[in-house]
């Protein structure tokens, strides 16, 4: 029996945890699942006789090494900050590591320990970042070996609502971390580069300065940039590339009311308000507005946000009843974005027959033989019910195999990876698509950005 | 003969050095005036034969604590951040000290060393802080004293270019650090208080939430909310005020312009921009645009922005020369505020013969005797050419006025001081009428926010 040891019992783990008891028999593993809460883990155990839960606190350094050391792989699902002591026992220990982060600087670091110890350390490899990389890299790689030349990379990820579950005005719904969703596109402008051009675009126009996408049967989608975009030039062995630009799915509209509580000032997730327990949702959007006793919340936002009579942004805030009177923050000092969440998940949770859906749009312009011409290839996952939802599965799916295959030494590669190499994507994705994860391409004229020539 | 020691002989320097040495006679005062650069300090003394110039660096203890030693009161005018080296010296050799700054935390915590040695560190006293906390004091003590209730309390200052110097059309001129222009307003939402109703504004909304005042003689000036407005209830005794709301002035139309550079985003100084140094004023404008290289930079920037044709703003922004595509930024790894900066610096800076003013405008709205009642108190001050600018000499004379009178015993309250106390305030104000710093008074009916109490 090899043994699988998985940190971390959250959300994102049930179907990693399904696909590994799924080939435990015939792969002759032993899955043991460790978290600080032994109830989480005992639930994605599910009694199965190759599963083992397990309480670790991976704080507890005896307790911690004591788990890897008994590992024959480990897989780190922990929070991404808290990723790098588990690396650096696997040094220590000799342990291969998969997780579906970021790669950290202090990851990055370890790059030549693990080398030398003939390690893999593969991350990334979750859906976004993930299953982008290696469709990216697979299409990237394969215009390249044909002999043409990059002019454009534009790619797009969207956790939603599934289309049979969306019942909303905004077409959205929490499917995974709902702060996430209220601060995103903080902290810094979005930065990319079109056709040569650097372009900045501030938090206050994110919003506003989207585009549109249309994906076969599901429909209209808008894109909008994503923090940095240029740092994929690198990875991709795009350095050269005139047009690049990373961005974020939503269904279309939802960024136009969005940009209502960007401007009012809600989403700010930095200070900190005055007695928002006993705040009404009505009292809330009013410390945004103007003073005035004499004229009505209502008229106030639409004066100062200049939201015509007719407009369908009025439809999609007072769904969110944030008018209410009566119902109140009830958080104690709350930031606006804290409250805002607050309102938002009670009409933006996922009942429980709704599903999930995750969508990933890439474009490739390229050149060969003196020609113009455009990829799209496009990717769209359902998830099955609330555990197996399609971001469980396009994140687990992907770890689950990446382990399997490092494991049982198809994927050789050694040091501190992300998933863009031919050995590592072409057999991930090519299993992936046994769940129904694959990519439609589309060929398609080259528009570009100016294709008359006008100037 | 008294030494009295300056440190740091900066731009703000000037009135302050000329009122003290034109007292030194009949005071029988030495002026020391130390900088990290000699010339600076020697341009200050002029020669004058009780003035004596000294390099110091403040960093260079011995050299520092000699200095103080050798003094009978110690000015700090270095910038805010070094002063708590100087006051630690000051409670060390038992000086006396003098600031314009607002009091920091570690100040604060001199208190009782500074009290424990008899000693008078007097802060906060140049024109904001300063000349604001004064006359506020002084009126709203003489309308509690007749048993008045405090109902309001609004309180702006700006410091702009004088009606005679001023000849462009954003009525606007650097007086003091551009930097602290272009990033005005940054670093959080400003909270204030309404008729009991707390509000925020986020910088993003800070422009278009202006109010308009009117000063005899000098027209109208628009007030934008300065970010805290409430810590000011606890140092006025104010706790209990049901609004209180501080601003700074500009003159009318200003704010919806500048609102263009906030919502395209040039005014931020938290990222570097790629190769800002050949880059184009137009350039600069067009990597906060969307890309098209079939429409100009002026057509996407009026879409944008929804700028009509005949809206002044446009001439406005056309006066900067924003589009000039032969005119470079020519700074190294410049964020977006130092490329406005140096754009603006071109325009806004004051001509040989240009002179500054300092504008302030105090509302205090209270209930005596069952009747409500309002005072408008405003101050102009204009400078007389480029060194003696009103600037220098608002900051300056407060705090050379102060530091004489506690030198000469006429100021005696102990510790860590504003100068909010009838012993202080009464005496500087009056000498600072001298100077033809004073503050016009007017009762007005007062308006408060609902006049009709409609609802």
Redesign the interface.
Known sequence: MRTILIIGAGKSTSSLVRFLLDHSEAENIKLKIADLSLDNAKKLARNHKNAEAMALDIFEEDQREKAIQDADIVISMLPARFHIQVAKDCVKFNKNMVTASYVSKEMEALDGDVKANGLTFMNEIGVDPGIDHMSAMQVLDSIREKGGKMLMFESFTGGLVAPESDDNLWHYKFTWNPRNVVVAGQG??A?FI??G?????????LF??TEFLQIPKYGRFEGLANRNSLAYRSIYGLEDIPTIYRGTLRRVGFSKAWNVF????VT?D??T???TENMSYREFI?????????DSVELKLRQ?MKIDQDDLIWDKLEELDIFNPKKKIGLKDAT?AQALQKILEEKWTLKPDDKDMIVMYHKFGYELNGEKKQIDSTMVSIGEDQTYTAMAKTVGLPVGIATLKILNGEITKKGVLRPIHPEVYNPILKELENFNIKFEEREREYLG??P?N??
Chains 1, 2 share one sequence.
Not at 262 to 265: D, S
Not at 286 to 294: A, I
């Open positions: 810094g402008a930065e079109q056709e051009q650097y372009k900045y675009i501030p938090y206050q126009r506003r300065r960007v401007q009012l000032g700010d930095t200070y308000m005055q007695d009013n410390s945004f507005l103007p003073y005035s006793p004499t100062s606006p950005y100016n008359d006008l100037n």
